[in-house]
């Protein structure tokens, strides 16, 4: 069955110190695979996406993930956190199959100062 | 340009009635996507639109829900006999041609008294 994983519902870091936020997936083929963060109130906002290629991609923000096809996890990290990072953030997969997104239960991400 | 518009931002009704919500996408975005978010939940999907068809309504929860698409523009989610199971933020997205990102409108929150 295809799905998103990610394993931690809240994080909490200071600000400066870096960010890791996990996810898994289950898929059958080579995954299309998106991060998105959702501040409060707002829609969804593209961070990163992978699709084929280089296993680390950078995005918007200062973010970047690692696709590791062993592990079947597409990580999210960041250096050096700001206090305006935080934000619930979501993993996805896209089944070219289905033409379906397939959303992680999200990671709520609070920056102490 | 414009991004994905959602109206209303935000909806409060009793339990019984009828609700519309509508989705204006972006100009030229093929593909339409309906969510749902319940508090503390991931993205759970309704239904995708291409044009005006929808391939795949396998995400609606119940016969209460329905969706209709104008060609390749507005989109409405009627929910019928409201219940408060309902109750949540309703996300629209939408697609460009041969690609593969969503862009996210703000979304309405649905409240069921």
């Known amino acids: 069955a295809q799905s998103v994983t990610q394993p931690d519902i809240h994080i909490t870091v200071s600000e400066g110190a870096s960010l890791e936020l996990r996810c898994n997936y289950s898929y059958g083929a080579t995954p299309y695979l998106f991060w998105y963060v959702q501040s409060p109130g707002q829609g969804l906002q593209l961070l990163l996406k992978y699709f084929s290629g280089d296993t680390l991609v950078q995005g918007i923000k200062g973010f970047e993930a690692e696709f590791k096809r062993s592990q079947s996890s597409f990580n999210l990290r960041k250096p050096s956190v700001h206090w305006s990072d935080a934000a619930e953030y979501f993993c996805a997969l896209y089944s070219s199959g289905t033409y379906k997104y397939i959303f992680g239960t999200g990671t709520r991400l609070k920056v102490l100062a | 340009g414009a991004g994905v518009s959602q109206s209303p931002s935000n909806k409060v009704t009793e339990k019984g009635k009828d609700v519309e919500l509508r989705c204006d996408p972006i100009?030229?975005?093929?593909?339409l996507y309906w969510y749902r978010q319940s508090l503390g939940q991931g993205l759970e999907f309704l239904i995708y639109?291409?044009?005006?068809?929808?391939?795949?309504k396998s995400g609606l929860p119940s016969d209460r829900f329905s969706a209709e698409r104008t060609g390749e523009s507005v989109s409405t989610l009627t929910i019928q006999r409201t219940q408060q199971e309902d109750s949540a933020v309703y996300l629209c997205?939408?697609?460009?041609?041969?690609?593969?990102?969503?862009?996210f409108g703000p979304g309405t929150r649905l409240t069921v008294l």
């Open positions: 100009s030229g975005h093929t593909a």
């Open positions: 997205a939408s697609s460009p041609p041969h690609n593969n990102e969503q862009f």
């Open positions: 639109f291409q044009g005006n068809s929808a391939p795949d």
